[in-house]
């Protein structure tokens, strides 16, 4: 069983930065065995990528509108995912989720994850303000 906790959000003002965190437990799995991604669904928005990296660390995808501006990472030593957050715009306000899956999704390909592990968790919520 897969289990995902995000944190980190917050309100913000336009220009700031946050950095959001997702703790995975998966019993009987090992974390460094899939990629993981960020997504967001904004408010009367479909939930949309943001960023995926893989299994290693050494492959990031982002989506165009977040490119330059945020940054994926993940320590596999602590089960955690990670998305900086930088130069944020009224745009990004969204609650924000992770996941895990067994490969990374390119932008063309739909930004995302093939075979994802994980149900959905409660995400944080990020909300920039003018």
């Known amino acids: 069983q897969v289990q995902v906790a995000e944190s980190g959000g917050g309100l913000v003002q336009a220009g700031g930065s946050l950095r959001l965190s997702c703790v995975v437990t998966?019993?009987?799995?090992?974390?460094?065995?899939?990629?993981m991604a960020w997504f967001r669904r904004a408010p009367g928005n479909e939930r949309e990528g943001v960023s995926c990296?893989?299994?290693?660390?050494?492959?990031?995808y982002y989506a165009n509108s977040v490119k330059g501006r945020f940054t994926i990472s993940r320590d596999n030593a602590k089960n955690t995912l990670y998305l900086q957050m930088n130069s944020l715009k009224p745009e990004d306000t969204a609650v924000y989720y992770c996941?895990?899956?067994?490969?990374?999704?390119?932008?063309?390909?739909?930004?995302?994850?093939?075979?994802?592990?994980?149900?959905w968790g409660q995400g944080t919520a990020v909300n920039v303000s003018l």
């Open positions: 990296i893989s299994r290693s660390g050494d492959v990031t």
């Open positions: 996941g895990l899956g067994d490969t990374c999704m390119t932008p063309y390909q739909g930004l995302g994850l093939v075979y994802q592990r994980n149900k």
């Open positions: 998966a019993s009987g799995l090992s974390f460094d065995d899939f990629a």
